[in-house]
């Protein structure tokens, strides 16, 4: 499975971004997706992940409450809407995809399928 996300780019504080990231090959569609990102000198940190139905989802600390995940199985595409950006929100962000709904907080987390990962820039 290969993991194609887009999306990411230079946004100003208190701006929207909306992440894509596409599960190739199609028949993908019964893997959990989620959201990482990485910035320089920190920790890769979860965002957000959702089940390969839609029915659950969850959110980590940094991002909940302005953000959403979604999914749309028929394009095999996982979405991930950031609102009220801040130049911290700044990093490497990554597509995730497994078979197994893990913890997505253990260090390192337990996912298969890695994107290469999109640049969001937050300018203050």
């Known amino acids: 499975v290969q993991l194609q996300a887009s999306g990411g780019g230079l946004v100003q504080t208190g701006g929207s971004l909306r992440l894509s990231c596409a599960a190739i090959?199609?028949?993908?569609?019964?893997?959990?997706m989620g959201w990482f990102r990485k910035a320089p000198g920190r920790e890769r940190e979860f965002l957000a992940a959702?089940?390969?139905?839609?029915?659950?989802?969850d959110y980590g600390d940094s991002v909940k409450g302005r953000s959403t995940i979604s999914r749309d199985n028929a394009k095999d595409t996982v979405y991930l809407q950031i609102d009220s950006l801040r130049p911290e929100d700044t990093a490497v962000y990554y597509c995730?995809?497994?078979?197994?709904?893990?913890?997505?907080?253990?260090?390192?987390?337990?996912?298969?399928?890695w994107g290469r990962g999109t640049q969001v820039t937050v300018s203050s």
């Open positions: 959702i089940q390969w139905d839609g029915l659950t989802a």
């Open positions: 995730t995809a497994d078979k197994d709904w893990p913890d997505f907080r253990t260090i390192p987390p337990p996912l298969q399928y």
């Open positions: 090959p199609s028949t993908s569609t019964h893997l959990h």
